[in-house]
């Protein structure tokens, strides 16, 4: 199972919404992420776990929360979003190093989010 | 401050030919480069990378170059097929310093592979 597994596919929510992102894998990865990515731009990086534990945030904002509830599960919680967050949210997992090295990431399919 | 570019958006081919994606980087602490493919509606697939310690990573009809003096690295793919047409992400990362997993994403180039 090479599979990251990522709920809902699509999501729309108005601006005083709370929702919640889902990211699921089976491989033992120990290191889990979150991605944005806009239309037409690169993935840009969120928030890094490591073995549970949140190990990078690039200063995102408070109304993005996440979570890592086990090795196998990452959340992103959502609440009071503006429109201009609305983005595919993509979610990877690998292997966690020793020294931290990561070779490469697997991505989910993603979470298409609209933001009314 | 772009630090990985792709400067092409986009690339036409013909089918049984050879398609060359580049990319150049800045930041010299990068060490570790990988390529990316990506179908709509889909996450970015891990295609192949790339140690700056080497110059060149094969694997069947995809091969990375790496150029560490000038900063470039392409991707070869030959020969080109139909189910190749994507858009191609390089992306690189400092594996050995703190910042690990946090990979750095070029812009895109959209591959099409005509038949």
């Known amino acids: 199972d090479t599979e990251v597994t990522q709920t809902p596919k699509h999501l729309v929510m108005g601006m005083t919404n709370k929702k919640s992102l889902k990211c699921e894998q089976h491989?033992?990865?120990?290191?889990m992420y979150w991605y944005k990515q806009k239309a037409k731009k690169p993935p840009e990086l969120m928030f890094v776990y490591s073995y549970e534990k949140l190990s990078i945030n690039e200063s995102v904002p408070s109304r993005f929360s996440p979570e890592c509830p086990n090795s196998s599960l990452l959340n992103l919680h959502l609440h009071a979003l503006q429109p201009e967050d609305s983005a595919l949210y993509l979610c990877a997992s690998s292997q966690a190093g020793t020294g931290g090295f990561i070779e490469k990431l697997f991505f989910g399919s993603g979470t298409q989010l609209s933001v009314l | 401050d772009q630090q990985v570019k792709q400067n092409s958006p986009s690339l036409s081919v013909q089918e049984g030919r050879i398609s060359i994606l580049n990319c150049d980087y800045t930041n010299s602490m990068f060490d570790y480069f990988l390529w990316y493919k990506k179908y709509p509606a889909e996450g970015p697939t891990f295609l192949i990378s790339?140690?700056?310690?080497?110059d060149k990573n094969e694997d069947g009809r995809f091969t990375v170059f790496l150029n560490k003096s000038a900063k470039h690295l392409s991707l070869h793919i030959v020969p080109s097929q139909p189910g190749d047409s994507a858009v191609y992400f390089c992306?690189?990362?400092?594996?050995?310093?703190?910042?690990?997993?946090?990979?750095?994403f070029g812009q895109g180039t959209i591959l099409t592979v005509h038949p």
């Open positions: 491989m033992g990865h120990r290191a």
């Open positions: 992306a690189a990362l400092n594996a050995g310093g703190t910042s690990y997993g946090k990979l750095t």
């Open positions: 790339i140690s700056s310690i080497k």
